[in-house]
């Protein structure tokens, strides 16, 4: 199947989360010039233009951020000097209906491609409840199934999730806006990462093997503990009073992603889904993909890998007694709070590298400072061996001078320098006198 | 000295001088002070400083230099305390700080010579030190440092006591009879009143003030702030949070003192304690040992000469239900974790570096005395004929010159 799109396509990446977004972006993100090179723009300034998807895909801003600035972006698109322009957000999965049709027709109906990325529901689920918490949510992880899963129309908690992850109507109501013939779904095969880029890289007339994805530790989900002790945080931040803005500044940008880096032990327990919620998830899986594969829009990939069974390990309910953490775990959170916080950001933010730098120089200095100090003890001993020697030849100057000084013509009248003239006069007129008196 | 406390009443004029030490009910007695502030001046009692105890000003006489997180001018507030305690009208003033306790003895000479030699009584309140153990180790653990408890108790009673600056930090403070000679021997015996704390009597150290002050009984109240002691399990949070804080990270002290001192461990304390959170228990050797210690010091304080006030064997402390080892923290509960998490953010978002200021400009250096040399001139041998002449003729012309 030839994937190639037509010269002048813009290739729409819409996710929905949690179906390696971060992977492609940071492909994209990272290899900006060879991609140039082949003619290919990739739109926005960083990974992935967040605050302009979310402007056009429902209206909502990120606390604590200026709002996106959806028409800026499409200018870049209409601008770019390039044969095909890719643009990838998750968050346009936000859309309803409407916004769908607008995102389409502002990129121009005639030239859009949409793709979309599905991996299994039972998944997506534990990896969207961890990345809910480390954005300020402080529900448990079965309350909040219950909620998905039972009153999802009642809640007012993470209301687009349905929004994103009713795949079958997401699939269908951008087919709509775009037509079923542009849109291609991508079912994701996790023993197969790189299949997900090659794809794109036909699509879009890159040559095989360019799009290189940097691993990333932000994009690991959180371990039990870990999410455990994050949620019981959110509880008591925002006991404090304190606002969303502090937090999305302060935490989910700041602490959160140093404490990403963390690597977890191997044996740190994993978030595992009640069977109750399996059962439902693959229930809802198989609706979906039979919805899908009726639609008409183009499948790459095998749609039952949508609808397989977990791992036994990610099934369960959550342990009875309280989550516990090691000493470790519990303490670094409060340390990359110091580390993002202004107390030790200079420009670089980076203390622990600055400081080893000035270490570094200081050490330097020191030693700059021993060998000079060394030289001037030298420079020192010279100059008392000097010093002697001139003291004693001033003595030995001070005793002739002594002599000089009662010669001195200072010491001499006019009637006696006169005189000196006289006698050297004599002296040249009376030969055998050779007196210089 | 009677029971029921008459004769306690210092003289008017006295400077009430309590060095602590540290854990002996030092927060508790400044907040009760600081707190009634009205009510003591009523009474002719001034309480020197402005807040709860005036640390940086006994930190500037005592160790010479500010404390870590304060401004470098804050070294000018000793001298501004003793100026307020010299002017101040009141009968009786209450200087309070365990910071004193920390001098040597010529810096006690030089508090107590500021403070009025003839007129300062020196208070020592003390607690047994088989309960000050644990107490001071988890002080030391919010100061940054990093050893377990066992190591703590190893390094204190096992080792000698120049072995590190916490062993000599801690003998320092807490061979109580030693810091009672240290402080008999500069203000004279007599004018040194021991306080051995009965902790089973909750208001004896404040009666006790009341008593020395000529205070109503009962007006002293203690505030809600306590200095508490934290559990073992933050104690080991903590502990590792300077692990990785000193050691991975390698961060400097001043942020340590704003982000750990004061923000994640006052966050902790102010929260209430947790059913599964242990306290810091002291195995029984430990006990023992520090049992016999407290016995050595029990006696040389009596032979002081020093007043005491309380029971001396209230300072041996050696219960029989103690474990055989220190406990060992494996797992936090995440609320303690998630509060020192807050803890650290409630003080970072608010934090500022101190301004430190330049230091002023260095004396100039004197100019080097210019060297006299004398006058010497050529000697006739070395001048021409042609040249003497010139040198008359010259002399002449100036001599002209100067008569005109």
């Known amino acids: 199947m030839d994937l190639l799109l037509p010269v002048g396509t813009r290739l729409l990446h819409i996710g929905p989360p949690k179906t390696a977004t971060t992977t492609l972006q940071s492909a994209f993100h990272n290899n900006r010039e060879a991609l140039n090179s082949h003619r290919v723009h990739y739109a926005g300034k960083a990974r992935q233009p967040m605050t302009a998807a979310l402007a056009a895909a429902d209206g909502s801003t990120v606390p604590g951020r200026s709002a996106g600035n959806w028409p800026r972006l499409l200018q870049e698109i209409e601008d770019a000097d390039a044969d095909r322009v890719m643009i990838s957000s998750e968050f346009f999965s936000h859309a309803d209906d409407e916004h769908a049709r607008a995102v389409v027709e502002a990129l121009g109906a005639d030239r859009t491609h949409v793709v979309i990325t599905l991996r299994p529901l039972v998944k997506i689920i534990p990896s969207q409840w961890q990345q809910y918490v480390r954005d300020r949510m402080r529900s448990a992880y079965p309350e909040w199934l219950d909620l998905m899963f039972n009153h999802a129309d009642e809640t007012t908690i993470t209301p687009k999730f349905w929004r994103r992850h009713r795949h079958d109507l997401l699939v269908r109501r951008w087919a709509e806006a775009v037509g079923k013939q542009n849109l291609t779904v991508i079912v994701l095969d996790e023993s197969q990462p790189e299949r997900l880029l090659n794809i794109v890289e036909e699509m879009l007339g890159l040559p095989l093997g360019l799009l290189v994805s940097k691993p990333d530790a932000n994009n690991r989900s959180m371990t039990l503990p870990e999410v455990e002790m994050m949620r019981e945080f959110n509880e008591q931040f925002f006991a404090n009073e304190w606002t969303s803005e502090d937090y999305t500044r302060f935490i989910r940008f700041g602490s959160t992603r140093r404490f990403m880096e963390r690597v977890p032990a191997a044996d740190e327990p994993k978030i595992t889904t009640p069977q109750w919620a399996v059962d439902r998830c693959i229930e809802l899986s198989r609706q979906m993909v039979t919805s899908i594969a009726t639609s008409g829009v183009r499948i790459l990939g095998d749609l039952e890998w949508l609808t397989v069974a977990p791992r036994a390990s990610a099934v369960g309910d959550p342990e009875e007694r309280p989550v516990v953490l090691t000493a470790e775990l519990a303490a670094r959170h409060s340390i990359d709070v110091i580390g993002a916080a202004k107390v030790l950001s200079t420009q670089e933010g980076n203390f622990p590298a600055q400081l080893a730098a000035v270490k570094q120089q200081l050490a330097a200095v020191k030693q700059q400072l021993t060998e000079t100090k060394r030289k001037l003890a030298d420079a020192r001993k010279q100059l008392r061996a000097v010093q002697e020697r001139l003291q004693e030849t001033k003595q030995q100057l001070g005793d002739s001078e002594q002599l000089r000084s009662e010669q001195s013509i200072h010491h001499h009248t006019a009637r006696d320098l006169m005189g000196v003239v006289s006698g050297r006069v004599r002296a040249r007129l009376v030969p055998g006198r050779r007196s210089r008196g | ?404």
């Not at chain 2, 002070?33 to 005592?62: D, I």
């Not at chain 2, 020196?122 to 153990?133: D, E, F, G, S």
């Not at chain 2, 061979?175 to 240290?182: A, V």
Request: net charge neutral.
């Open chain 2, 1 to 404: 000295m009677s029971a029921d406390g008459a004769g306690l009443l210092l003289p008017v004029g006295t400077r009430l001088l309590h060095i602590g030490p540290q854990k002996t009910g030092t927060t508790a007695v400044q907040g009760a002070f600081h707190t009634n502030r009205a009510a003591l001046a009523e009474h002719g009692v001034h309480y020197a400083g402005k807040t709860r105890q005036p640390r940086p000003a006994a930190a500037a006489v005592v160790l010479g230099t500010a404390l870590p997180g304060f401004p470098a001018d804050s070294v000018d507030r000793w001298p501004a305390l003793v100026e307020e305690v010299r002017t101040s009208s009141a009968d009786r003033v209450v200087i309070s700080a365990e910071m004193f306790a920390n001098a040597g003895e010529a810096a006690a000479r030089t508090v107590v010579e500021a403070f009025g030699a003839n007129r300062t009584r020196v208070v020592i309140t003390l607690r047994p030190l088989a309960k000050i153990m644990p107490s001071q180790w988890q002080q030391f653990i919010q100061s940054g440092a990093h050893m377990s408890y066992a190591e703590f108790l190893d390094a204190m009673l096992d080792q000698p006591r120049d072995t590190s600056e916490h062993t000599q930090a801690f003998w320092h403070r807490h061979r109580h009879d030693e810091l009672i000679e240290r402080w008999a021997g500069v203000v004279g015996p007599d004018n040194v009143t021991v306080i051995a704390i009965d902790d089973r009597e909750r208001r004896m150290l404040l009666d006790t003030f009341e008593l020395l002050l000529g205070l109503p009984q009962g007006l002293l109240a203690y505030d809600t702030k306590s200095n508490s002691s934290l559990s073992l399990t933050e104690t080991e949070v903590f502990r590792e949070f300077n692990r990785q804080f000193f050691l991975d990270k390698q961060w400097p002290e001043e942020v340590h003192a704003a982000a750990a001192r004061y923000g994640m461990a006052t966050y902790l304390k102010n929260e209430p304690t947790l059913a599964c959170e242990e306290p810091i228990a002291t195995p029984a050797w430990a006990l023992r040992r520090a049992d016999e210690i407290a016995v050595e010091m029990t006696t040389a304080i009596r032979r002081s000469g020093v007043h005491v006030i309380g029971a001396l064997q209230d300072l041996r402390h050696l219960p029989d239900d103690a474990p055989d080892d220190v406990a060992a923290i494996d797992e936090v509960p995440v609320e303690v974790a998630a509060r020192a998490v807050m803890g650290v953010v409630w003080h970072t978002t608010m934090a500022r570096t101190p301004r430190s200021r330049r230091p002023g400009a260095m004396g100039a250096e004197a100019p080097a005395a210019k060297s006299s040399k004398p006058a010497t001139g050529p000697t006739t041998d070395e001048l021409t004929s042609a040249q003497l002449v010139g040198v008359v003729a010259g002399r002449a012309r100036r001599r002209i010159t100067r008569s005109t």
